[in-house]
């Protein structure tokens, strides 16, 4: 017997990537509204029955006539409602339709009555309308019987090479408590851990390392090396012979040199005045570290005027392969469409390594099992003495 899923908002499979690789689970459909990620989707999962809909105009009677599916027969609902309406890095206008899609997450949850849902979004959710916009959609969900409970989880504390923040909504049909996942990895820059179980957090240089060094304009298609530690030991796993996207478009002399410059970590401010851009934000034209995990990864990882996503090594911004390998997306992983749409299939997606945490939370709380993890919203703990 497994545990039946359905996957809305769905993306390229990341926030259900940790179900759809356990064989105790099956996702039995999935709902993309964006053609070249539904696409990338169905390469990926091609068991799954993957609707191309509008979230509107998809309901319990496409799973009923296409696969018999009744009220009661899926276990786990997970989705990510489009973020850029929550977003701290966007405008958060309450008025775009996007930041209205939890309604469209509700009413399937009433049509289908899962044991479990999974609700993700990112952190700027929590400040919305000064954190009543988070307290409605808890209510909303709390009116139809669901037990809410809540966490920001930090993507690098489940081996991820990326500090990303995400707030993870659990929705159960019963009170018992939903135990979120323990972290796995610290950040040594804080300190010595009391918990000696946990390993330091994934570099971006760990998860990289592998990877041909090139230039702006340049792909590469050989490893640098055989895989140097588990982390690319897992990327590399049914790997294609060639690597596939590490590429980057050609770059104005002018910005070459600007990012010739920058330090490890560092800024336009690092740099000779002459290189300065004109303009742009705190956080943009600046270079990544090697020896930590990487920022939050955007759609605009190959846009150097963007936020931080200059290679720290290379004279260069992200490649698509590099973006992927970041949120934890496998080198045999598939992505469809132009430049730009594989980058937001990646940007928008949850990172592996947290799904997976997340899906064993899931697991152990169906089995009715106990484990060592996080009360939802309870005080940070405390990892340092």
Request: neutral net charge.
């Amino acid at each position: 017997m497994s545990y039946k899923v359905i996957d809305l908002f769905a993306g390229v499979g990341g926030l259900s990537y940790g179900f759809a690789h356990d064989p105790e689970f099956e996702i039995l459909a999935a709902n993309e509204i964006l053609a070249p990620m539904a696409e990338a989707y169905s390469k990926n999962h091609p068991t799954v029955k993957v609707y191309n809909k509008d979230i509107k105009d998809f309901s319990i009677e496409d799973l009923t006539r296409d696969l018999g599916i009744k009220q009661g027969d899926v276990d786990i609902v997970v989705g990510g409602p489009p973020c850029q309406a929550y977003s701290t890095v966007g405008k958060r206008l309450i008025d775009d339709p996007r930041g209205k899609l939890f309604q469209e997450y509700y009413r399937i949850l009433k049509e289908l009555r899962p044991q479990v849902f999974v609700f993700e979004n990112v952190k700027g959710l929590l400040s919305m309308q000064g954190g009543e916009l988070i307290q409605t959609i808890i209510s909303l969900f709390e009116s139809i019987g669901y037990h809410m409970q809540k966490r920001l989880l930090n993507a690098a504390d489940y081996g991820t090479p990326q500090v990303r923040e995400r707030v993870i909504l659990v929705g159960t049909l019963d009170k018992r408590p939903f135990i979120y996942p323990k972290p796995t990895h610290y950040n040594p820059e804080l300190g010595t851990p009391s918990d000696k179980s946990l390993k330091p957090y994934i570099t971006l240089g760990e998860a990289l390392g592998d990877l041909p060094s090139i230039k702006t304009g340049e792909q590469g298609s050989v490893y640098r090396s055989e895989p140097q530690n588990e982390y690319q030991r897992l990327m590399r796993e049914n790997a294609p012979t060639e690597i596939q996207e590490h590429e980057v478009p050609k770059t104005n002399a002018k910005l070459v040199a600007l990012m010739e410059a920058l330090p490890d970590g560092g800024s336009p401010k690092d740099v000779a005045e002459e290189l300065r851009p004109t303009s742009g934000f705190a956080n943009c034209y600046c270079r990544l570290w090697w020896n930590r995990p990487c920022t939050t990864v955007t759609r605009n990882l190959g846009c150097v005027s963007s936020s931080r996503c200059v290679h720290p090594r290379d004279p260069r911004p992200l490649s698509t392969r590099e973006g992927a390998r970041i949120q934890g997306f496998p080198d045999n992983y598939i992505f469809c469409g132009k430049r730009g749409d594989k980058h937001l299939q990646i940007g928008n997606a949850v990172p592996t390594f947290l799904s997976k945490a997340i899906k064993d939370a899931v697991k152990s709380y169906l089995k009715g099992e106990k484990i060592d993890g996080i009360e939802p919203e309870q005080k940070e703990l405390t990892l340092f003495d």
